[in-house]
């Protein structure tokens, strides 16, 4: 049994390095394609957007996603924003009255249906060739639209492009670990479009042509993950995603532990159901990278995760038996001889040696997502509170979002 357990441990061990190893060959084959622009940037033609706010229960911070709006380098008569309260019950819908005045903004009020329905009711509403979302806890960067719309004009088959999304003022270890990890997503993110296979479209900020939503529907439910469903349904019909590195939005995350889970719990559920609607693409050759790589390698990331953590957990279980078991048979052994430190010693073992690669590829996606996301600092010892935070939350939320979708349980929205 033990052996099983051995080879079964190395072949997600292995697995796992694989998929860092594909990202790092990906880096090195397109590095000169990353391009990181500085100042304002400028179209040969500015066509018209449409930005929707889907708002609920954000009062203390969807004003602020407004005013983003209006500092964007884009012309002003060239961009129309929809405000959509979904039904909230806090002071939201008095805060988005304030702007009830402005000729480029429409205000919507509307009984709660979930975000999706917010959505469709903008694009119900929306004449523009090109429609967008920005979620109403984000903000904007000024360059982001026009960086954006650049890769439309660039490439006519671009069908939806997606910026790169990092932490708003981060104030906690919590926050600080999430940093990390989205600079690594912005590595990540631009891998995955020189691959042409994005998974998902960020509710802050994603830009589609309308013609999107015209050939294959407007926004589905999608488990509570619309933004992942629609890029799966595009990557199916085989409309091409693509991202803009330097297009920055700037989203508040989590403040707790908790919050972080209920959250991660959500996107996992959405994960693991939107493969399991879309199951018909896997291993088609007709999906390319999508099919061969994205899925495969979240579905091994979801089950290495879960299988290394039972591990671990079965490891320390054991470790306390042994002890008790000794502690019961002689009682407490207060000699330490055995235990030894010599600074020239390096464990060569060969687990040992891949869990080093394993982080040094890690390290190497957090720090070049955060040279992507014109981060100042190289290497912040704050980046480090991403490995304590995610080694020990992320395997309880991958294993909650599986139970919750063998006992079919929707997790909550907060």
């Known amino acids: 049994m033990a052996l099983i357990l051995n080879i079964i441990f190395y ?9 860092q190893v594909f990202f790092f060959i990906t880096f090195f084959e397109n590095r000169k394609k990353i391009v990181i622009r500085d100042g304002r940037t400028k179209l040969r033609y500015y066509p018209k957007v449409t930005i929707a706010v889907p708002c609920w229960n954000e009062e203390n911070t969807v004003e602020k996603t407004v005013r983003s709006l209006f500092e964007l380098n884009y012309p002003k008569d ?3 924003i929809f405000l959509i309260d979904d039904g909230s019950t806090d002071n939201t819908s008095n805060v988005l009255n304030k702007f009830v005045n402005y000729s480029n903004i429409k205000i919507f009020h509307k009984n709660n249906g979930g975000k999706h329905t917010a959505l469709n009711l903008g694009l119900e509403n929306s004449d523009t060739e090109y429609f967008g979302c920005l979620d109403a806890d984000s903000l904007v960067d000024r360059e982001a639209l026009v960086r954006i719309m650049s890769y439309f004009e660039k490439d006519p088959t671009n069908m939806a492009v997606v910026p790169s999304v990092t932490v708003y003022n981060p104030k906690n270890f919590v926050q600080y670990a999430q ?3 989205y600079n690594m997503g912005v590595y990540f993110k631009k891998m ?7 998974h998902v479209t960020p509710g802050p900020f994603t830009i589609f042509r309308r013609k999107v939503f ?4 407007k926004y589905r439910q999608g488990h509570n993950t619309e933004d992942m469903e629609i890029a799966f349904r595009m990557q199916k019909n085989q409309y091409k995603i693509e991202h803009c590195n330097d297009a920055f939005i700037y989203t508040n995350t989590p403040k707790t532990v908790k919050k972080l889970y209920k959250q991660r719990v959500r996107w996992i559920y959405g994960f693991i159901n939107n493969i399991l609607d879309y199951k018909e693409v896997l291993g088609k050759k007709k999906y390319g990278n999508f099919a061969f ?6 579905i091994i990331s979801i089950f290495s995760v879960s299988f290394l953590f039972g591990r671990i957990v079965y490891d320390i279980c054991h470790y306390l038996y042994i002890k008790l078991l000794k502690f019961n048979t002689v009682g407490f052994d207060f000699n330490f001889k ?10 060569t073992q060969v ?4 869990v080093y690669v394993l982080y040094f590829f890690v390290i190497f996606a957090i720090i070049f997502g955060q040279k992507m996301a014109k981060e100042k600092s190289v290497f912040p010892l704050k980046m480090l509170y991403y490995f304590p935070v995610f080694s020990v939350v992320a395997p309880l939320w991958l294993l909650k979002g599986i139970y919750n979708t063998i006992v079919s349980r929707k997790p909550a929205w907060r």
């Open 11 to 19: 072949i997600f061990v292995f697995l796992s390095l694989y998929v």
């Open 78 to 80: 060239k961009v129309q």
């Open 179 to 181: 940093k990390a990890e």
């Open 192 to 198: 995955f479009g020189f691959l042409g296979a994005i």
């Open 214 to 217: 015209d050939d294959l529907g």
């Open 293 to 298: 790589f994205t899925l495969p390698a979240g």
């Open 338 to 347: 055995h235990i030894s430190f010599d600074p020239f010693f390096i464990n």
């Open 351 to 354: 687990f040992v040696f891949l």
